[in-house]
């Protein structure tokens, strides 16, 4: 069966540091991947899908970047975060052909 | 501009009783709508799908209906229950090459009352 792993579960960051959140899905290959955030109040917005590796999208310009330099690892990263990147960060997967995405358990990063 | 609307942000029902979630949208070019189950500091859980060429879709105690000339769906849950306490978001996807990006709500919290 598939999993998927989120790391690490909960991050307090100072403004100006940088950041990097990991994900992984085991049980599968060549899963599409998305990284959401859950601000505070709000629904689930999307930040980046990948549909193989080294192929990257973007839906929202901002200080977020990611990489996915394995087929099944997904990087969320920043040089610099702003308060406004505090949020609970979501990676998801879906398998080619589904419509269903499959989420992990979340990192809640609160900036300071 | 926000494509998919869940207008009530709470809903609280007794144990027993139907729960109706309601969601509107305004893409017509959305042909897969999802519902997923969110508790908190937890991912979302998949929990029913309905296709644009189908109206109804059951599974279990949840039923999902689509009417596709009002752009609404609702999901039924029937009966409640007090496990179903969690935050529901229905999502939307417009099939496109390569990926099939959802695109939420923002979520009705169900409270179910013993």
Redesign the interface.
Known sequence: SQTIH?WPATLVQPVGSPLSLECTVEGTSNP?L?W?RQAA??????LF?S?GIGQI?S?VPQNLSASRPQDRQFILSSKKLLLSDSG?Y?C?W?GTG?????????T?LTVT | DQQVKQNSPSLSVQEGRISILNCDYTNSMFDYFLWYKKYPAEGPTFLISISSIKDKNEDGRFTVFLNKSAKHLSLHIVPSQPGDSAVYFCAASASGAGSYQLTFGKGTKLSVIP
């Not at chain 1, 109040?41 to 999307?46: S, T």
């Not at chain 1, 269903?100 to 358990?105: D, R, V």
């Open positions: 989120q599409n998305y959401y109040g709000r629904g689930l917005q999307l899908y549909v999208s839906e609970f979501l998801a879906d589904g419509y269903e995405q499959y989420f992990g358990p979340g809640r």
